[in-house]
């Protein structure tokens, strides 16, 4: 078998951990709006490409040579980024084996607190969810059309190095929204890249939910975080006072536990099945920052 070419389109902090999850599984090509950020690609192990709507050439010589692609665009009203410009283009890959398409458990909309997996139906309530659905859809739909595996992976609330609770109680940003009966799923970023791997290497195509075994209510990760640091953590903020943008308050009108059966059917096992493993690891190891290792911030 020839050497991998991936690329990813929307290479943003979950396909940054993708990639430098996979250093030398061949070569890694990456997309992102701004030149300015090429360097952290670089970084990454990606070499970057400009994407902004448009097919270009680099981007359609890399399609050439791309065995596995990885699409981490977000839908907009007018569909998907992706298949809008380059749906011709990849469905002549050459070598195309798999398609991977990060999606999120937005999909599933509302489910009162109520456990689901990937045979609930999906009754979205926002229209960046609908939009997710619709564009599943069309991936899903290209794959059958061109004989290829489609992967949909549906995440949840994404954390990791420089993106955590621990983060936002150093820089005060960290609050305590108190919802009763209100939980969510989290998802760390080497665990996204881990199921990647996994569903790459097997070529699986279906529905994943890629999320923890701990729906959990948010205060209690601002808790457990300040109980790692030994500080106080802030006060509880009843939800209904709180001050929220209307796309996080939407977040909360969604309630629902998401189960993570197929990806474990599929022999993935995660490397953080619950938020407080993570914090624990990411707070020893010190990487909790920015994921460049360090000595754990002194205890107050």
């Not at 990885?70 to 469905?91: C, H, K, T």
């Not at 229209?127 to 290209?142: G, H, I, P, T």
């Not at 509880?236 to 977040?251: D, G, H, K, V, Y």
Request: aromatic share 8%; hydrophobic share 40%; charged share 20%.
């Amino acid at each position: 078998m020839s050497e991998k070419q991936i690329l990813i389109f929307g290479a943003g902090y979950s396909g940054k951990a993708f990639a430098r999850a996979g250093k030398d599984a061949g070569t890694i090509l990456g997309t992102t709006r701004a030149a300015e950020k090429f360097e952290a690609l670089r970084q990454a192990g990606i070499q970057p490409l400009l994407f902004d709507g448009a097919l270009t050439l680099e981007i359609s010589d890399a399609l050439e040579k791309t065995t596995h692609l990885v699409v981490s665009v977000a839908p907009e009203e007018a569909g998907d980024p992706v298949l809008n410009v380059a749906r011709q283009a990849i469905a002549k890959m050459p070598a195309l084996e798999w398609i991977a398409y990060l999606s999120t458990v937005g999909v599933y909309g509302d489910h009162g607190g109520g456990w689901v997996d990937e045979t609930a139906q999906c009754r979205p309530l926002s229209k960046r969810s609908m939009l997710r659905v619709a564009a599943e859809q069309d991936w899903l739909k290209l794959g059958r059309d061109i004989g290829r595996p489609v992967a949909i992976l549906r995440l949840s609330g994404i954390y990791g190095p420089g993106r955590n609770a621990l983060v936002n109680l150093e820089n005060g940003s960290a609050r305590r929204l108190v919802k009763p009966g209100q939980v969510f799923n989290r998802i760390h970023c080497d665990d996204i890249a881990g199921a990647l791997w996994h569903l790459l290497k097997h070529t699986s195509g279906g529905i994943f939910n890629v999320t923890d075994d701990l729906p959990a209510p948010p205060q209690d990760v601002v808790t457990y975080a300040a109980e790692l640091m030994g500080v106080t953590p802030p006060p509880e903020i009843p939800f209904e006072t709180a001050q929220l943008s209307p796309m996080a308050r939407s977040f909360y009108g969604e309630n629902k536990r998401v189960a993570n059966t197929a990806i474990k059917a599929a022999g993935y096992r995660f490397r953080f099945p619950d938020y407080r493993s993570a914090f624990d690891h990411m707070w020893v190891s010190g990487n909790w920052r920015d994921g460049e290792a360090r000595s754990p911030m002194k205890r107050s």
